[in-house]
């Protein structure tokens, strides 16, 4: 038997193999939900460390970056060709820009999780 014998077969029966595209309704509600889930949660730390002029500065930025991204993932996604974000920044800014968006990712999900744990303690 080889190492990937099984590999493609479907655990359920009548399931399929390949999964049905994603919807644009379905990508606003992935997208709402992790800025409602940690994004919001975090504006009250944020207002009490920075203060509410410095902090209401930090969400202006935070928000032409998101536009910004918005921006590079509309102009150099191949219609649905690429399909991650760190292939999408490769496909722009060659291969350290699609490493570079690994690490970032990376950090940005470490950070969510800190700061749910710090919710829930």
Known sequence: MTPSAGVHIPLLTGSKLVPAPG?????VLNVATSIIGSGIMSIPAILKVLG???AMALIL?????AEVSVDFLM???DAGVKTTYAS??????GSVGGLT???IVIINNFGGLI???I???
Not at 23 to 27: I, L, M, N, R
């Open 88 to 93: 999408v920044m490769r496909e722009a800014f």
């Open 52 to 54: 509410v002029f410095p």
């Open 115 to 117: 700061l749910l744990l």
């Open 119 to 121: 919710i829930i303690g």
């Open 23 to 27: 919807t644009v309704p379905g990508a």
């Open 61 to 65: 930025i935070v928000a032409v970056l």
């Open 75 to 77: 102009r150099f996604t």
């Open 101 to 103: 968006t690994k690490v």
